[in-house]
Structures are given as structure tokens and as C-alpha cells.
């Protein structure tokens, strides 16, 4: 059993920056792929970035590339998403998921999930 539990969400300007983070409890966390997705109002859930259970292989939506940076640190359980240069567009809810052993990007099937938090970019 996986928990997840993201923070680091709120309202920023355009062109500002966010950094979130996801707690996980669990002693396998390390052998889990994770990945940070995101729902805007009336659209689906989608992909932003992934990341292997090594850290090693990662994957962008290419609307963030460039801009967002995603890691994780298997000694604290913890995965972050470094969100640069925002735009109005990035305005979504946003969710961690984890899923044990690889994630298969840009698939949403994931086995645990967090509650999700809330990031609002203003114009």
C-alpha cells in the first residue's frame, strides 16, 4: 500500500514558478514509477511528467518541456515537479500517481493516487 500526498500548490502570477512536491509512505516506494498529471476544469486528466523508479528515465507533455523539471528522492519518498515559466494554461488541479514498477507514459493507469492540489496561474 502506497499513500501519496501532494503540497506546494496555490496561485501565481504568469511566468512565475511552483514547486510541487508528493509525500509517499510505503516501504516499496522506490520500486515505483510516478508521475504528476493534471485536470483542468471541463478537460481530461492528463500526463505531465514521469519518472522511473531509478530516477533515471523521465517523460514531458510537450506543452511543459523545458519549462518543468521533475525528480525524486527514494531515501526521503518523495517526488517534486519544479514548475517554471507558468502560463494561464497551466491552471489545473494537479495529482501524483505512482505505479509499481514502471510507468507507461502517457497512460493514466496508475495504482495509488493523490488528493490533488490546486494551481492557479493568473494573466
Known amino acids: 500500500q502506497v499513500q501519496l500526498v501532494e503540497s506546494g500548490g496555490g496561485l501565481v502570477q504568469a511566468g512565475g514558478s511552483l514547486r510541487l512536491s508528493c509525500a509517499a509512505s510505503?516501504?516499496?516506494?522506490?520500486?515505483?514509477?510516478v508521475g504528476w498529471l493534471r485536470q483542468a476544469p471541463g478537460k481530461e486528466r492528463g500526463v505531465v511528467a514521469t519518472?522511473?523508479?531509478?530516477?533515471?528515465?523521465?517523460n514531458y507533455a510537450d506543452s511543459v518541456k523545458g519549462r518543468f523539471t521533475i525528480s525524486r528522492d527514494n531515501a526521503e519518498n518523495t517526488v517534486s515537479l519544479q514548475m517554471n515559466s507558468l502560463k494561464p494554461e497551466d491552471t489545473a488541479v494537479y495529482y501524483c500517481?505512482?505505479?509499481?514498477?514502471?510507468?507507461?507514459?502517457?497512460?493514466?493507469?496508475?495504482?495509488?493516487w493523490g488528493q490533488g492540489t490546486q494551481v492557479t496561474v493568473s494573466s
Open positions: 500517481a505512482a505505479r509499481y514498477g514502471s510507468t507507461r507514459y502517457p497512460a493514466i493507469d496508475y495504482d495509488y
Open positions: 510505503g516501504r516499496t516506494f522506490s520500486r515505483y514509477g
Open positions: 519518472i522511473s523508479w531509478t530516477g533515471i528515465t523521465t
